[in-house]
Nanobody, 120 residues
Framework: QVQLVESGGGLVQSGGSLRLSCTTSGRTFSDYVMGWFRQPPGWERAIVAAADWSSGSTTYYEDSVKGRFTVSRDNAKNTMYLQMNHVNPEDTAVYYC????????????WGQGTQVTVSS
């Protein structure tokens, strides 16, 4: 069973930066596509970024975060990161990391979420 634990959320001023972490329970990166999602207040959860590190590195970013957010990993720590730069109030949301078995369409494993609040 894959376990995901997010951390790093908090309150940040508009224009600032924040780094979220997602620590996994094992060798997740070779077997899963990893993703970051967010759910703003009153909105449905939606994908922000994704990465497939099984062979090389393939990444996806939702249009509103391109050029501002970056997904990375530290294999030794079994941890994925979401570096968030130039944040704005529209980035306020609960952020979740998720894992999808490669070759499937289902995001099967989720973390508990971490709150990010951007003040204007």
């Amino acid at each position: 069973q894959v376990q995901l634990v997010e951390s790093g959320g908090g309150l940040v001023q508009s224009g600032g930066s924040l780094r979220l972490s997602c620590t996994t329970s094992g060798r997740t990166f070779s077997d899963y596509v990893m993703g970051w999602f967010r759910q703003p207040p009153g909105w449905e959860r939606a994908i922000v970024a994704a990465a497939d590190w099984s062979s090389g590195s393939t990444t996806y970013y939702e249009d509103s975060v391109k050029g501002r957010f970056t997904v990375s990993r530290d294999n030794a720590k079994n941890t994925m990161y979401l570096q968030m730069n130039h944040v704005n109030p529209e980035d306020t949301a609960v952020y979740y990391c998720a894992a999808k078995p490669r070759g499937t369409d289902e995001w099967a494993h989720w973390g508990q979420g971490t709150q990010v609040t951007v003040s204007s």
